[in-house]
């Protein structure tokens, strides 16, 4: 069954009723009711809020990093462990084909039900899962594979094991090491881009963000429960934020916005991870034609003009 959010109730009457007529083969009502959808999706999606955006990016259909991972590579294999602790499902490392292209993809992975949630620990990675993907990008460094990182976590978890086994440090290791490596680096926020969570597997050649994703230093909820210590004020936080990848190519803090599907990557996963495949090769196409030492220098003045201002 599909999960629809409070603005999209017309769609989902609109879409019944499609499926309504379907099921007595009456063409021209579902031609009619086509043509309502369209049109109800250009007048939803075409002027949403920011905490709207927010919604989509946490919509429990949404695909995340694993549908990705099925959908554009062909002979996946997956890495586990950091050979230190032990494996975190938070973070999936495969090694596998893009059109033909060997390629490294690193996500975070929120997982479904509550079995998977619990198991993926709700896309929050330990250390050993940054740990794990530092190998991962070690590895394909060795080997030259461009890595895809794909980036969908609410943070970095924040328990007691993970600050005791180097939580900052292993998110501080991450930043540090992917700044040299001599591999193309194409960094995409599918989902949510939470805070040191997401800069963790975040440093690229290139970083940029699906059309209804969000990057965030804190959650709209820790940020208003913070400031106003009142849970009503979420939406105003989310505004001020400025966490919507309309907010963020502004201000030159991401590269590029992809444009998923309109009315919402979860409606057309198959479209999405074309978008998302595409970015990639194109984008790795163009940085191969670099040599390493002009791809180190781009990569160091891209992440060095974060921030940057002139009076």
């Known amino acids: 069954m599909a999960t629809y959010l409070d603005f999209e109730n017309k769609i989902e009457k609109i879409q019944a009723e499609i499926v ?82 060997k390629t490294m993809i690193i996500g975070e ?25 530092l190998r991962a990008v070690k590895m394909a460094e060795k080997f030259d594979i461009p890595v895809l990182m794909l980036i969908d976590t609410p943070g970095a978890y924040p328990g007691l094991g993970a600050e005791e086994r180097g939580q900052s440090e292993a998110i501080a290791r991450n930043l540090f090491e992917f700044a040299s490596v001599t591999v193309p680096l194409v960094s995409i926020v599918i989902g949510e881009g939470g805070s040191g969570g997401a800069l963790a597997i975040g440093v690229a050649d290139k970083l940029a963000m699906m059309r209804y994703s969000v990057f965030s230093v804190i959650s709209p909820e820790g940020c208003s429960a913070i400031l106003w210590n009142d849970p009503t004020k979420v939406e105003v936080a989310t505004k001020a934020l400025k966490i919507t990848a309309t907010d963020l190519l502004e201000h030159k803090l991401i590269d590029d916005l992809l444009d998923e599907p309109l009315i919402g990557a979860h409606r057309d996963k198959a479209t999405a991870a074309d978008v998302v495949k595409k970015y990639f090769l194109d ?29």
Request: with cysteine; net charge neutral.
């Open 20 to 101: 309504s007529a379907h099921a007595i083969a009456n063409l021209e009502s579902v031609e009619k009711h086509q043509k309502e959808l369209e049109k109800e999706v250009s007048k939803t999606f075409g002027s949403l809020s920011d905490y709207q955006k927010l919604q989509l990016a946490r919509h429990p259909d949404r695909p995340y990093s694993l549908d990705y991972i099925k959908l554009i590579m062909d002979d996946a294999y997956e890495i586990h462990g950091d050979r230190a602790f032990r494996d975190d499902p938070a973070i999936l490392c495969y090694i596998g084909w893009i059109d033909g292209h």
């Open 283 to 311: 984008t790795v196409k163009e940085l191969k034609e670099l040599t390493i030492d002009e791809l180190l220098e781009q990569r160091y003045k891209r992440l060095t003009a974060v921030g940057a201002y002139s009076e």
């Open 109 to 133: 992975q929120k997982g479904r039900g509550v079995k998977n949630k619990i198991k993926r620990n709700f896309g929050m990675p330990n250390p050993e899962g940054y740990r794990k993907a």
